[in-house]
């Protein structure tokens, strides 16, 4: 079976930086996704990861250590409108996405 | 403006009633996937279609069935709901099934089985 672990809530200052981590054991290894969703909206794309290292977008990255099973995804300076939840996503055997339960990030003024 | 649709948004069902929550997608792709969302649990895929024509099961099938008459539709059906379906239920889609490509999701259908 798949296994994605993330951690359920965090909580950071407008302007500062936070990092949420993600680990893995899955049956096969085809991609890392994140993905943002807003109370009460659709997940959308973040970034993406299938090689080892950082994936730098504006002021999210995404890294990415496939030996040790573990991605995290780095918010920085952070805006009120980054309060929502990210999704970890695994690519597996199958190309099919599993999911972890997602990381609410609370952004505080 | 492209994309994918869903239709409810929502849904308030009683117990063994059939529904059937439709999905559009006008982006050409090829595959395309159901999704429930549950608190605590995270997206788990139901069912998915890699091109038109094809099904397959996926983590909670159970109680749920698909099928993918064309390229742009993909309608779920429950075909008696009960209770422990009431959840959030995504539709997605990709522009193919082999690689991991960037899936992209409908606003979501909230569904309520009383």
């Known amino acids: 079976g798949q296994n994605i672990d993330q951690p359920t809530e965090m909580t950071a200052t407008e302007g500062a930086i936070v990092q949420i981590n993600c680990t893995y054991q899955?049956?096969?290894?085809?991609?890392l996704f994140w993905y943002q969703q807003h109370a009460g909206e659709a997940p959308t794309f973040l970034s993406y990861n299938v090689l080892d290292g950082l994936e730098e977008k504006g002021r999210f990255s995404s890294f990415l250590s496939r030996s040790k099973g573990y991605s995290y995804l780095l918010l920085k300076e952070l805006q009120m409108k980054d309060s929502a939840s990210y999704l970890c996503?695994?690519?597996?055997?199958?190309?099919?996405?599993?999911f972890g339960a997602g990381t609410t990030v609370t952004v505080r003024a | 403006i492209a994309g994918i649709t869903q239709a409810p948004t929502s849904q308030i069902l009683a117990a063994g009633r059939r529904m059937t929550l439709r999905c559009t997608q006008d982006m050409r792709h090829n595959a395309m996937y159901w999704y429930r969302q549950d608190l605590g649990l995270g997206l788990r895929l139901i069912h998915y279609?890699?091109?038109?024509?094809?099904?397959g099961k996926g983590e909670v099938p159970d109680g749920y069935s698909v099928s993918r008459a064309n390229t742009d539709d993909f309608p779920l059906t429950l075909a008696s709901a009960v209770p422990s379906q009431t959840s959030v239920y995504f539709c997605?889609?990709?522009?193919?099934?082999?690689?991991?490509?960037?899936?992209?999701f409908g606003p979501g259908t909230r569904l309520t089985v009383l």
């Open positions: 279609s890699n091109t038109a024509g094809t099904t």
């Open positions: 997605a889609s990709s522009s193919t099934s082999g690689g991991a490509d960037t899936q992209y």
């Open positions: 996503a695994v690519a597996g055997d199958d190309y099919k996405l599993s």
């Open positions: 899955t049956s096969g290894f085809n991609g």
